[in-house]
Protein backbone atom coordinates (compact mmCIF):
# COMPACT_ATOMS: atom_id res chain seq x y z
CA UNK A 1 0.00 0.00 0.00
CA UNK A 2 1.52 3.58 -1.19
CA UNK A 3 1.52 6.07 1.91
CA UNK A 4 1.70 9.32 -0.63
CA UNK A 5 -0.53 11.79 -0.66
CA UNK A 6 -3.41 11.51 -3.22
CA UNK A 7 -5.51 14.34 -3.88
CA UNK A 8 -7.86 12.48 -6.27
CA UNK A 9 -9.08 10.08 -3.71
CA UNK A 10 -10.05 10.02 0.05
CA UNK A 11 -7.68 8.77 2.91
CA UNK A 12 -9.89 6.69 5.47
CA UNK A 13 -8.57 7.39 8.95
CA UNK A 14 -10.71 5.15 11.03
CA UNK A 15 -10.83 6.11 14.86
CA UNK A 16 -13.17 3.32 16.00
CA UNK A 17 -10.58 2.12 18.57
CA UNK A 18 -9.51 5.55 19.98
CA UNK A 19 -13.01 8.30 19.33
CA UNK A 20 -15.14 5.16 19.00
CA UNK A 21 -13.90 3.31 22.67
CA UNK A 22 -14.83 6.60 24.18
CA UNK A 23 -18.02 6.03 23.65
CA UNK A 24 -19.77 5.18 27.45
CA UNK A 25 -19.00 2.09 28.47
CA UNK A 26 -17.47 0.80 25.54
CA UNK A 27 -14.46 -0.34 27.21
CA UNK A 28 -12.78 -3.01 24.82
CA UNK A 29 -9.56 -5.21 26.08
CA UNK A 30 -6.58 -5.98 23.78
CA UNK A 31 -8.05 -8.94 22.42
CA UNK A 32 -10.90 -7.09 21.41
CA UNK A 33 -9.12 -4.42 19.65
CA UNK A 34 -6.73 -6.67 18.19
CA UNK A 35 -9.80 -8.39 16.58
CA UNK A 36 -11.43 -4.96 15.10
CA UNK A 37 -7.84 -3.65 14.01
CA UNK A 38 -7.52 -6.85 12.18
CA UNK A 39 -11.15 -6.47 10.57
CA UNK A 40 -10.05 -2.91 9.70
CA UNK A 41 -7.06 -3.96 7.60
CA UNK A 42 -9.32 -5.86 5.98
CA UNK A 43 -11.68 -3.56 5.32
CA UNK A 44 -8.99 -1.59 3.99
CA UNK A 45 -8.82 1.75 6.02
CA UNK A 46 -5.29 3.35 5.28
CA UNK A 47 -5.07 5.12 9.23
CA UNK A 48 -5.88 3.28 11.90
CA UNK A 49 -5.94 4.93 14.87
CA UNK A 50 -5.33 2.37 17.91
CA UNK A 51 -5.52 3.92 21.10
CA UNK A 52 -4.24 6.92 23.12
CA UNK A 53 -1.11 5.36 24.43
CA UNK A 54 -0.46 7.55 27.28
CA UNK A 55 -4.16 7.46 28.61
CA UNK A 56 -3.53 3.52 30.69
CA UNK A 57 -0.92 0.53 30.50
CA UNK A 58 -4.22 -1.13 28.45
CA UNK A 59 -4.30 1.36 25.73
CA UNK A 60 -0.72 1.34 25.47
CA UNK A 61 -0.33 -2.33 25.39
CA UNK A 62 -3.16 -1.87 22.73
CA UNK A 63 -1.78 0.50 20.23
CA UNK A 64 1.67 -1.80 20.94
CA UNK A 65 -0.03 -5.11 20.01
CA UNK A 66 -1.59 -3.57 17.18
CA UNK A 67 1.38 -1.97 15.71
CA UNK A 68 3.21 -5.23 15.89
CA UNK A 69 0.34 -7.46 14.72
CA UNK A 70 -1.70 -5.62 11.93
CA UNK A 71 0.59 -2.80 11.45
CA UNK A 72 4.15 -4.44 11.09
CA UNK A 73 4.29 -5.14 7.05
CA UNK A 74 5.48 -2.60 4.55
CA UNK A 75 1.70 -2.84 3.05
CA UNK A 76 0.13 -2.69 6.17
CA UNK A 77 -2.48 0.54 7.14
CA UNK A 78 -0.57 3.28 8.79
CA UNK A 79 -1.13 2.79 12.62
CA UNK A 80 -1.72 5.98 14.90
CA UNK A 81 -1.90 7.00 18.25
CA UNK A 82 -3.22 10.17 19.54
CA UNK A 83 -1.12 12.55 21.90
CA UNK A 84 -1.85 15.63 23.83
CA UNK A 85 0.95 18.08 23.11
CA UNK A 86 2.86 17.09 25.88
CA UNK A 87 6.23 15.32 25.93
CA UNK A 88 5.61 12.06 28.49
CA UNK A 89 2.38 11.81 25.78
CA UNK A 90 4.64 11.91 22.71
CA UNK A 91 7.23 10.07 24.22
CA UNK A 92 4.54 6.98 24.92
CA UNK A 93 3.00 6.90 21.54
CA UNK A 94 6.54 7.05 19.64
CA UNK A 95 7.34 3.76 22.29
CA UNK A 96 3.81 2.26 21.55
CA UNK A 97 3.99 2.70 18.30
CA UNK A 98 7.71 1.66 17.48
CA UNK A 99 6.85 -2.09 15.89
CA UNK A 100 4.32 -0.42 13.01
CA UNK A 101 6.13 -0.20 9.46
CA UNK A 102 3.85 3.35 9.21
CA UNK A 103 3.53 4.87 12.42
CA UNK A 104 1.63 8.53 12.89
CA UNK A 105 1.71 10.32 15.84
CA UNK A 106 -1.17 12.27 16.17
CA UNK A 107 -0.64 15.51 18.36
CA UNK A 108 -3.56 17.90 19.56
CA UNK A 109 -4.12 20.83 21.27
CA UNK A 110 -7.08 23.57 21.68
CA UNK A 111 -6.91 26.46 20.27
CA UNK A 112 -10.60 27.65 20.79
CA UNK A 113 -10.90 30.92 23.55
CA UNK A 114 -13.55 28.74 25.60
CA UNK A 115 -10.58 25.87 26.07
CA UNK A 116 -7.49 28.34 26.18
CA UNK A 117 -9.57 30.04 29.65
CA UNK A 118 -11.29 27.55 30.86
CA UNK A 119 -9.49 24.19 30.04
CA UNK A 120 -5.87 24.62 29.49
CA UNK A 121 -5.79 28.03 31.44
CA UNK A 122 -2.71 29.24 28.59
CA UNK A 123 -2.56 32.41 26.15
CA UNK A 124 -2.78 31.88 22.35
CA UNK A 125 0.55 32.93 22.37
CA UNK A 126 1.63 29.97 25.12
CA UNK A 127 -0.83 28.10 22.76
CA UNK A 128 1.53 28.92 19.48
CA UNK A 129 4.70 28.16 21.07
CA UNK A 130 3.65 25.06 22.36
CA UNK A 131 2.26 23.42 18.95
CA UNK A 132 5.71 24.33 17.18
CA UNK A 133 7.43 22.55 20.05
CA UNK A 134 5.83 19.79 20.68
CA UNK A 135 5.09 18.98 16.91
CA UNK A 136 8.71 19.55 16.35
CA UNK A 137 9.23 17.01 19.46
CA UNK A 138 7.20 14.50 17.83
CA UNK A 139 8.76 14.66 14.07
CA UNK A 140 11.84 13.56 16.25
CA UNK A 141 10.10 10.18 16.65
CA UNK A 142 8.46 9.49 13.58
CA UNK A 143 8.03 11.25 10.30
CA UNK A 144 4.66 10.85 10.45
CA UNK A 145 2.73 13.32 12.30
CA UNK A 146 -0.70 14.67 12.48
CA UNK A 147 -1.90 18.07 14.06
CA UNK A 148 -5.54 18.42 15.16
CA UNK A 149 -6.12 21.91 16.87
CA UNK A 150 -8.97 20.91 19.04
CA UNK A 151 -12.48 22.89 19.05
CA UNK A 152 -11.27 24.36 15.97
CA UNK A 153 -14.75 25.19 14.53
CA UNK A 154 -15.23 27.08 17.76
CA UNK A 155 -11.63 29.05 16.99
CA UNK A 156 -10.85 32.23 15.59
CA UNK A 157 -10.38 31.84 12.05
CA UNK A 158 -7.06 34.43 12.44
CA UNK A 159 -5.69 32.51 15.21
CA UNK A 160 -6.23 28.91 14.21
CA UNK A 161 -4.50 29.66 10.46
CA UNK A 162 -1.57 31.02 12.46
CA UNK A 163 -1.49 27.75 14.97
CA UNK A 164 -1.92 25.62 11.62
CA UNK A 165 1.10 27.84 9.96
CA UNK A 166 3.25 26.88 12.98
CA UNK A 167 2.40 23.19 13.04
CA UNK A 168 3.27 22.53 9.23
CA UNK A 169 6.33 24.54 9.68
CA UNK A 170 7.53 22.31 12.53
CA UNK A 171 6.99 19.28 9.77
CA UNK A 172 3.59 18.52 10.25
CA UNK A 173 2.52 15.99 7.54
CA UNK A 174 -1.47 15.97 7.83
CA UNK A 175 -3.42 18.71 9.59
CA UNK A 176 -6.85 17.82 10.82
CA UNK A 177 -9.89 20.57 11.89
CA UNK A 178 -12.12 18.87 14.29
CA UNK A 179 -15.55 19.90 14.77
CA UNK A 180 -15.01 18.80 18.27
CA UNK A 181 -18.72 19.52 20.11
CA UNK A 182 -20.45 19.08 16.54
CA UNK A 183 -21.68 22.67 15.91
CA UNK A 184 -21.12 23.17 12.67
CA UNK A 185 -23.35 22.99 9.62
CA UNK A 186 -22.47 21.80 6.20
CA UNK A 187 -21.97 24.88 4.91
CA UNK A 188 -20.31 26.71 7.33
CA UNK A 189 -17.60 23.85 7.18
CA UNK A 190 -17.06 24.69 3.37
CA UNK A 191 -15.99 28.46 4.56
CA UNK A 192 -13.85 27.14 7.03
CA UNK A 193 -12.04 24.68 5.07
CA UNK A 194 -11.96 27.09 2.40
CA UNK A 195 -10.49 29.96 4.40
CA UNK A 196 -7.87 27.29 5.59
CA UNK A 197 -7.17 26.74 2.10
CA UNK A 198 -6.68 29.99 1.58
CA UNK A 199 -4.58 31.72 4.42
CA UNK A 200 -2.29 29.03 5.96
CA UNK A 201 0.82 28.83 4.13
CA UNK A 202 2.17 25.48 2.97
CA UNK A 203 -1.45 24.07 3.30
CA UNK A 204 -0.92 22.45 0.25
CA UNK A 205 1.96 20.67 1.28
CA UNK A 206 0.13 18.84 3.48
CA UNK A 207 -2.99 16.01 3.52
CA UNK A 208 -6.08 17.90 5.32
CA UNK A 209 -8.10 16.26 7.04
CA UNK A 210 -11.74 16.48 8.66
CA UNK A 211 -12.89 15.41 11.90
CA UNK A 212 -16.63 15.49 12.37
CA UNK A 213 -18.29 14.72 15.72
CA UNK A 214 -22.38 14.10 15.35
CA UNK A 215 -24.10 16.25 18.37
CA UNK A 216 -26.45 17.45 15.84
CA UNK A 217 -26.63 14.84 13.22
CA UNK A 218 -24.75 16.31 10.77
CA UNK A 219 -21.34 14.43 11.10
CA UNK A 220 -21.63 12.78 7.79
CA UNK A 221 -22.81 15.73 5.79
CA UNK A 222 -20.02 17.88 7.52
CA UNK A 223 -17.64 15.37 6.24
CA UNK A 224 -18.64 15.19 2.69
CA UNK A 225 -19.11 19.20 2.87
CA UNK A 226 -15.61 18.91 3.49
CA UNK A 227 -14.48 16.42 0.86
CA UNK A 228 -15.95 19.21 -1.68
CA UNK A 229 -14.16 21.93 -0.05
CA UNK A 230 -10.85 19.94 -0.61
CA UNK A 231 -10.02 17.74 1.97
CA UNK A 232 -8.55 14.84 1.27
CA UNK A 233 -9.12 12.41 5.09
CA UNK A 234 -11.62 11.95 7.06
CA UNK A 235 -11.75 10.61 10.05
CA UNK A 236 -14.41 8.51 11.18
CA UNK A 237 -15.52 5.57 12.62
CA UNK A 238 -17.76 1.95 12.45
CA UNK A 239 -21.34 2.49 12.80
CA UNK A 240 -20.79 6.37 14.10
CA UNK A 241 -19.72 5.10 17.41
CA UNK A 242 -17.98 7.76 19.58
CA UNK A 243 -17.53 10.56 22.36
CA UNK A 244 -21.31 11.90 23.42
CA UNK A 245 -23.39 11.52 19.77
CA UNK A 246 -20.14 9.86 17.80
CA UNK A 247 -18.35 10.57 14.89
CA UNK A 248 -19.14 10.28 11.53
CA UNK A 249 -19.82 6.72 10.15
CA UNK A 250 -17.37 4.92 7.97
CA UNK A 251 -19.69 3.43 6.44
CA UNK A 252 -21.85 6.45 5.69
CA UNK A 253 -19.02 8.43 3.84
CA UNK A 254 -17.60 5.37 1.65
CA UNK A 255 -21.15 4.69 0.63
CA UNK A 256 -21.65 8.15 -0.23
CA UNK A 257 -18.58 8.25 -2.18
CA UNK A 258 -19.64 4.96 -3.82
CA UNK A 259 -22.94 5.71 -4.85
CA UNK A 260 -22.75 9.01 -5.63
CA UNK A 261 -18.74 8.31 -7.25
CA UNK A 262 -19.93 10.39 -10.62
CA UNK A 263 -20.78 13.31 -8.69
CA UNK A 264 -17.82 13.08 -6.26
CA UNK A 265 -15.46 12.00 -9.29
CA UNK A 266 -15.34 15.79 -10.77
CA UNK A 267 -14.85 17.54 -7.27
CA UNK A 268 -11.43 15.57 -6.54
CA UNK A 269 -10.59 16.01 -10.23
CA UNK A 270 -11.27 13.10 -12.24
CA UNK A 271 -13.76 12.87 -15.37
CA UNK A 272 -17.11 12.09 -14.21
CA UNK A 273 -17.56 8.30 -15.62
CA UNK A 274 -13.83 7.74 -13.82
CA UNK A 275 -14.51 4.37 -12.50
CA UNK A 276 -11.59 3.89 -10.09
CA UNK A 277 -12.78 4.00 -6.12
CA UNK A 278 -12.99 7.12 -4.36
CA UNK A 279 -11.51 5.15 -1.21
CA UNK A 280 -9.56 1.83 -0.87
CA UNK A 281 -12.17 0.52 1.57
CA UNK A 282 -13.68 -3.00 0.12
CA UNK A 283 -17.37 -2.12 0.73
CA UNK A 284 -18.04 -6.15 0.97
CA UNK A 285 -16.46 -5.54 4.38
CA UNK A 286 -18.62 -3.02 5.94
CA UNK A 287 -21.85 -5.04 7.31
CA UNK A 288 -18.78 -7.76 9.12
CA UNK A 289 -17.05 -5.03 9.96
CA UNK A 290 -20.35 -3.54 11.72
CA UNK A 291 -21.44 -6.05 13.39
CA UNK A 292 -17.81 -7.45 14.83
CA UNK A 293 -17.82 -3.48 16.32
CA UNK A 294 -21.81 -3.81 17.56
CA UNK A 295 -20.78 -7.25 19.36
CA UNK A 296 -17.49 -6.48 20.82
CA UNK A 297 -18.68 -3.00 22.24
CA UNK A 298 -22.42 -4.12 23.09
CA UNK A 299 -23.57 -1.10 21.34
CA UNK A 300 -26.57 -2.57 19.27
CA UNK A 301 -26.87 -0.90 15.80
CA UNK A 302 -30.51 0.99 15.47
CA UNK A 303 -32.59 -0.54 12.83
CA UNK A 304 -33.33 2.62 10.75
CA UNK A 305 -29.19 3.37 10.41
CA UNK A 306 -28.42 4.29 7.16
CA UNK A 307 -26.14 1.13 5.46
CA UNK A 308 -25.97 -1.03 7.80
CA UNK A 309 -29.44 -1.39 10.35
CA UNK A 310 -31.49 -4.22 9.98
CA UNK A 311 -34.14 -2.16 7.88
CA UNK A 312 -31.60 -0.39 5.61
CA UNK A 313 -32.30 -2.77 2.73
CA UNK A 314 -36.11 -3.48 4.19
CA UNK A 315 -39.05 -2.46 2.00
CA UNK A 316 -42.45 -2.66 4.08
CA UNK A 317 -44.78 -1.04 1.96
CA UNK A 318 -46.73 -2.75 -0.51
CA UNK A 319 -45.87 0.08 -3.40
CA UNK A 320 -42.15 -0.54 -2.23
CA UNK A 321 -42.20 -4.14 -2.36
CA UNK A 322 -43.54 -4.15 -5.86
CA UNK A 323 -41.53 -1.76 -7.12
CA UNK A 324 -38.80 -3.75 -6.04
CA UNK A 325 -39.55 -6.94 -7.20
CA UNK A 326 -40.11 -5.79 -10.48
CA UNK A 327 -36.68 -3.86 -10.51
CA UNK A 328 -34.62 -3.35 -8.30
CA UNK A 329 -34.06 0.12 -8.51
CA UNK A 330 -37.20 1.55 -8.31
CA UNK A 331 -36.68 1.77 -4.70
CA UNK A 332 -33.04 1.06 -3.52
CA UNK A 333 -29.94 3.07 -4.49
CA UNK A 334 -27.54 0.21 -3.61
CA UNK A 335 -27.02 -3.55 -3.71
CA UNK A 336 -27.08 -5.22 -0.37
CA UNK A 337 -24.47 -7.79 -1.97
CA UNK A 338 -22.32 -4.62 -2.19
CA UNK A 339 -22.02 -3.90 1.52
CA UNK A 340 -21.62 -7.85 1.86
CA UNK A 341 -25.08 -8.44 3.71
CA UNK A 342 -25.78 -11.78 2.23
CA UNK A 343 -28.40 -14.47 3.21
CA UNK A 344 -27.14 -15.31 6.81
CA UNK A 345 -25.98 -18.92 5.88
CA UNK A 346 -25.91 -22.09 7.45
CA UNK A 347 -22.15 -22.77 6.80
CA UNK A 348 -21.01 -25.82 9.65
CA UNK A 349 -22.85 -28.85 10.95
CA UNK A 350 -22.02 -30.86 13.51
CA UNK A 351 -19.94 -33.01 11.49
CA UNK A 352 -17.64 -30.48 10.89
CA UNK A 353 -14.04 -30.27 11.56
CA UNK A 354 -11.32 -28.58 13.38
CA UNK A 355 -9.60 -26.97 10.38
CA UNK A 356 -13.34 -25.64 8.84
CA UNK A 357 -14.05 -24.35 12.20
CA UNK A 358 -10.60 -22.40 12.35
CA UNK A 359 -10.67 -21.47 8.50
CA UNK A 360 -13.98 -19.97 8.83
CA UNK A 361 -13.22 -17.88 11.67
CA UNK A 362 -10.41 -16.24 9.70
CA UNK A 363 -12.46 -15.19 6.94
CA UNK A 364 -15.06 -13.76 9.16
CA UNK A 365 -12.05 -11.45 11.45
CA UNK A 366 -11.11 -13.52 14.02
CA UNK A 367 -7.67 -14.63 14.61
CA UNK A 368 -7.82 -16.42 18.11
CA UNK A 369 -4.66 -17.81 19.43
CA UNK A 370 -4.65 -21.74 19.74
CA UNK A 371 -6.19 -21.89 23.73
CA UNK A 372 -9.16 -19.71 22.61
CA UNK A 373 -9.52 -21.48 19.43
CA UNK A 374 -9.87 -24.75 22.01
CA UNK A 375 -12.43 -23.69 23.66
CA UNK A 376 -14.29 -21.60 20.86
CA UNK A 377 -13.96 -25.37 19.02
CA UNK A 378 -15.63 -27.29 21.93
CA UNK A 379 -18.32 -24.56 22.89
CA UNK A 380 -19.28 -24.97 18.64
CA UNK A 381 -19.30 -28.81 19.21
CA UNK A 382 -22.02 -28.35 22.43
CA UNK A 383 -24.40 -25.65 20.11
CA UNK A 384 -24.30 -28.25 17.28
CA UNK A 385 -25.50 -31.35 19.50
CA UNK A 386 -28.14 -28.84 20.15
CA UNK A 387 -28.70 -26.80 16.84
CA UNK A 388 -28.84 -28.50 13.68
CA UNK A 389 -27.51 -25.61 11.70
CA UNK A 390 -24.62 -23.89 12.68
CA UNK A 391 -24.53 -19.84 10.31
CA UNK A 392 -21.70 -17.31 10.72
CA UNK A 393 -23.98 -15.19 12.89
CA UNK A 394 -23.51 -18.50 15.98
CA UNK A 395 -19.86 -18.55 15.18
CA UNK A 396 -19.13 -15.09 15.30
CA UNK A 397 -21.14 -14.86 19.06
CA UNK A 398 -19.14 -17.88 19.98
CA UNK A 399 -15.72 -16.02 18.59
CA UNK A 400 -16.62 -12.89 20.47
CA UNK A 401 -17.33 -14.60 23.92
CA UNK A 402 -13.60 -16.05 23.52
CA UNK A 403 -11.99 -12.44 22.22
CA UNK A 404 -13.53 -10.77 25.44
CA UNK A 405 -12.33 -13.58 27.83
CA UNK A 406 -10.16 -11.43 30.34
CA UNK A 407 -6.36 -12.20 29.73
CA UNK A 408 -5.67 -10.74 33.48
CA UNK A 409 -6.91 -12.44 36.30
CA UNK A 410 -10.71 -12.12 36.76
CA UNK A 411 -13.85 -13.17 38.26
CA UNK A 412 -15.14 -16.55 36.02
CA UNK A 413 -18.10 -18.28 36.61
CA UNK A 414 -17.70 -21.91 37.05
CA UNK A 415 -21.80 -23.08 37.95
CA UNK A 416 -25.23 -21.42 37.54
CA UNK A 417 -28.27 -23.43 38.69
CA UNK A 418 -31.82 -21.97 38.38
CA UNK A 419 -35.02 -23.31 39.70
CA UNK A 420 -37.98 -21.05 38.46
CA UNK A 421 -41.53 -21.23 37.41
CA UNK A 422 -45.46 -20.41 38.36
CA UNK A 423 -45.81 -21.48 42.00
CA UNK A 424 -42.34 -21.56 42.83
CA UNK A 425 -39.77 -18.96 44.34
CA UNK A 426 -37.05 -18.08 41.88
CA UNK A 427 -33.79 -19.42 43.30
CA UNK A 428 -30.30 -19.47 41.95
CA UNK A 429 -27.24 -21.08 42.65
CA UNK A 430 -24.22 -19.80 41.40
CA UNK A 431 -19.96 -20.64 41.67
CA UNK A 432 -17.47 -18.33 40.84
CA UNK A 433 -13.79 -18.49 40.85
CA UNK A 434 -12.11 -15.57 41.87
CA UNK A 435 -9.20 -14.21 41.02
CA UNK A 436 -7.01 -15.35 43.51
CA UNK A 437 -8.70 -18.62 42.71
CA UNK A 438 -11.03 -19.58 45.44
CA UNK A 439 -14.28 -20.99 44.92
CA UNK A 440 -17.21 -19.61 46.11
CA UNK A 441 -20.57 -20.37 46.24
CA UNK A 442 -24.09 -19.04 47.44
CA UNK A 443 -27.75 -19.16 46.43
CA UNK A 444 -30.20 -16.39 46.70
CA UNK A 445 -33.96 -16.22 45.61
CA UNK A 446 -35.47 -13.09 43.49
CA UNK A 447 -38.07 -11.86 41.52
CA UNK A 448 -37.09 -13.90 38.17
CA UNK A 449 -34.21 -16.15 37.84
CA UNK A 450 -32.27 -13.64 36.61
CA UNK A 451 -32.65 -11.49 39.56
CA UNK A 452 -31.90 -14.81 41.43
CA UNK A 453 -28.61 -15.23 39.69
CA UNK A 454 -27.41 -11.64 39.87
CA UNK A 455 -28.27 -11.29 43.36
CA UNK A 456 -25.62 -14.23 44.39
CA UNK A 457 -23.01 -12.86 41.73
CA UNK A 458 -22.91 -9.65 44.15
CA UNK A 459 -22.68 -11.21 47.06
CA UNK A 460 -19.87 -12.83 45.56
CA UNK A 461 -18.13 -10.73 43.58
CA UNK A 462 -18.68 -7.38 45.88
CA UNK A 463 -18.54 -4.35 43.66
CA UNK A 464 -20.89 -2.17 44.28
CA UNK A 465 -23.16 -1.27 40.59
CA UNK A 466 -26.57 -0.72 39.29
CA UNK A 467 -27.87 -2.61 36.45
CA UNK A 468 -29.09 0.20 33.99
CA UNK A 469 -29.92 -2.29 31.27
CA UNK A 470 -30.82 -5.90 30.26
CA UNK A 471 -31.30 -7.16 26.69
CA UNK A 472 -31.76 -10.20 25.12
CA UNK A 473 -31.75 -10.68 21.36
CA UNK A 474 -31.89 -14.12 19.15
CA UNK A 475 -29.03 -14.53 17.30
CA UNK A 476 -30.35 -15.94 14.48
CA UNK A 477 -33.76 -17.34 13.50
CA UNK A 478 -35.76 -20.53 15.10
CA UNK A 479 -36.66 -21.54 18.11
CA UNK A 480 -33.14 -23.29 19.12
CA UNK A 481 -31.41 -19.99 18.06
CA UNK A 482 -28.29 -18.84 20.89
CA UNK A 483 -29.41 -16.08 22.64
CA UNK A 484 -27.31 -12.96 23.52
CA UNK A 485 -27.23 -10.85 26.23
CA UNK A 486 -26.51 -6.92 26.57
CA UNK A 487 -25.98 -5.65 30.61
CA UNK A 488 -25.39 -2.12 30.84
CA UNK A 489 -23.83 -1.64 34.49
CA UNK A 490 -22.98 1.60 36.30
CA UNK A 491 -20.67 2.06 38.91
CA UNK A 492 -20.31 5.27 40.40
CA UNK A 493 -20.84 8.08 36.91
CA UNK A 494 -19.09 4.92 34.53
CA UNK A 495 -20.92 2.53 32.24
CA UNK A 496 -19.75 -1.11 31.60
CA UNK A 497 -21.45 -3.23 29.42
CA UNK A 498 -21.49 -6.94 29.05
CA UNK A 499 -22.22 -9.57 27.19
CA UNK A 500 -22.47 -13.56 25.78
CA UNK A 501 -24.78 -16.07 24.35
CA UNK A 502 -25.77 -19.24 24.92
CA UNK A 503 -28.66 -21.14 23.70
CA UNK A 504 -29.95 -21.21 27.73
CA UNK A 505 -30.37 -17.40 28.14
CA UNK A 506 -30.25 -17.14 32.29
CA UNK A 507 -26.53 -18.73 31.50
CA UNK A 508 -26.08 -16.14 28.92
CA UNK A 509 -27.41 -13.60 31.50
CA UNK A 510 -25.01 -15.02 33.85
CA UNK A 511 -21.91 -14.33 31.58
CA UNK A 512 -22.75 -11.22 30.35
CA UNK A 513 -23.37 -9.86 33.43
CA UNK A 514 -19.69 -11.29 35.06
CA UNK A 515 -18.49 -10.10 31.78
CA UNK A 516 -19.36 -6.45 32.80
CA UNK A 517 -18.23 -7.08 36.12
CA UNK A 518 -15.09 -7.94 35.01
CA UNK A 519 -14.59 -4.88 33.24
CA UNK A 520 -15.89 -2.95 36.12
CA UNK A 521 -13.11 -4.81 38.38
CA UNK A 522 -10.47 -3.82 35.78
CA UNK A 523 -11.06 0.04 36.35
CA UNK A 524 -10.97 0.08 40.07
CA UNK A 525 -7.42 1.30 41.30
CA UNK A 526 -5.90 0.12 44.07
CA UNK A 527 -9.14 -0.54 46.13
CA UNK A 528 -9.73 -3.79 44.81
CA UNK A 529 -13.05 -5.40 45.29
CA UNK A 530 -13.10 -7.58 48.73
CA UNK A 531 -13.41 -10.76 47.23
CA UNK A 532 -10.49 -10.22 44.48
CA UNK A 533 -7.99 -10.56 48.19
CA UNK A 534 -10.66 -13.00 49.92
O1 LIG B 1 -13.08 15.70 18.80
C1 LIG B 1 -11.87 16.03 18.73
O2 LIG B 1 -11.51 17.20 18.74
C2 LIG B 1 -10.87 14.96 18.70
C3 LIG B 1 -9.49 15.35 18.29
C4 LIG B 1 -8.46 14.76 19.19
C5 LIG B 1 -9.27 15.02 16.86
O3 LIG B 1 -11.19 13.82 18.92
Given at each position: ????P??D???I????L??????P?A???V??K??I?H???L?G?D??EA???VS???D???VQA?A?????????????S?????????E????A??PAAH???????S?S??H???Q???SR?????????M???????VA??E???M???RS???????VL??A???GAT???????????????I???I?G?????????????????????G?AT?N???A???????????INGIG?RA?NA?????V?AL????A???P??G???D???P????N??????SSR?VS??T?M?V??????????A??????I???????HR??????DA????L?E????L????G??A?R????T???????E???R??H??K??A????????W?LE?????E???D????FR??????T????????A??T?V?????????A??GT???????????????IP???V?F???S??????A?????V???????????QAS??D????????YM??L????RS????A?A????
Amino acid sequence: MSHQPQSDRVIIFDTTLRDGEQSPGATLNVGEKLAIAHQLALLGVDVIEAGFAVSSPGDFEAVQAIAREVGGRPDSPIICSLARAVPKDIEAAAEALKPAAHPRIHVFLSTSDIHLEHQLRKSRAEVLALTGEMVAYAKGFVADVEFSPMDATRSEPAFLYQVLERAIAAGATTINIPDTVGYRTPKEIEALIQGVRQNVAGIDQVILSIHTQNDLGLATANALAAIESGVRQVECTINGIGERAGNAALEEVVMALHVRQAYFNPILGRPADHTEPLTRINPQELYRSSRMVSQATGMSVQPNKAIVGANAFAHESGIHQDGVLKHRETYEIMDAATIGLMENQIVLGKHSGRNAFRTRLQTLGFQLAEEELNRAFHRFKELADKKKDITDWDLEAIARDEVQADAEPSFRLEHVQVTCGDCTCPTATVTIVTPTGEILTEAAVGTGPVDAVYQVINRLVKIPNHLVEFAVQSVTEGIDALGTVTVRLRHEDRLFIGQASDTDIVVAAAFAYMNALNRLARSLPAAAPAALSA
